[in-house]
């Protein structure tokens, strides 16, 4: 078993920053896609990120196109946790944000699919006012 809390969540004002934290704790797993997906009221999930990692392969990371150049995803190994910053936020980034993991490698066009992704978190807040 997987758990994912995330954190880091909150308000910001248009044009600022936030990071989201998303630990994990339980299993381990040599290679693993981790997603950031997103709920905003009255919407679908969406797709944000994704961070793949592939032993002795390498890492890849993959953003949707609305975040691309103000939104990076990245892993500290020490700390089991995966991180989202989020630079240039804008009101429409407002919504609930979730981190999710699934024990392999997804291809491309799996990545933004939530029912590949069997462990997910809580989810964290994020309000962004212009």
């Known amino acids: 078993q997987v758990q994912l809390v995330e954190s880091g969540g909150g308000l910001a004002q248009a044009g600022g920053s936030l990071r989201l934290s998303c630990a994990a704790s339980?299993?381990?797993?040599?290679?693993?896609?981790m997603g950031w997906f997103r709920r905003a009221p009255g919407k679908d999930r969406e797709f944000v990120a994704a961070f793949i990692d592939i032993t002795w392969s390498g890492e890849s990371t993959y953003y949707v196109d609305s975040v691309k150049g103000r939104f990076t995803i990245s892993r500290d190994n020490a700390n089991n946790t995966v991180y989202l910053q989020m630079n240039s936020l804008k009101p429409e980034d407002t919504a609930h944000y979730y981190c999710?993991?699934?024990?392999?490698?997804?291809?491309?066009?799996?990545?933004?699919?939530?029912?590949?992704?069997?462990?997910w978190g809580q989810g964290t807040q994020v309000t962004v006012s212009s």
């Open positions: 339980g299993r381990t797993f040599s290679s693993y896609t």
């Open positions: 999710a993991v699934v024990p392999q490698v997804l291809s491309r066009g799996l990545w933004g699919s939530p029912s590949m992704y069997p462990y």
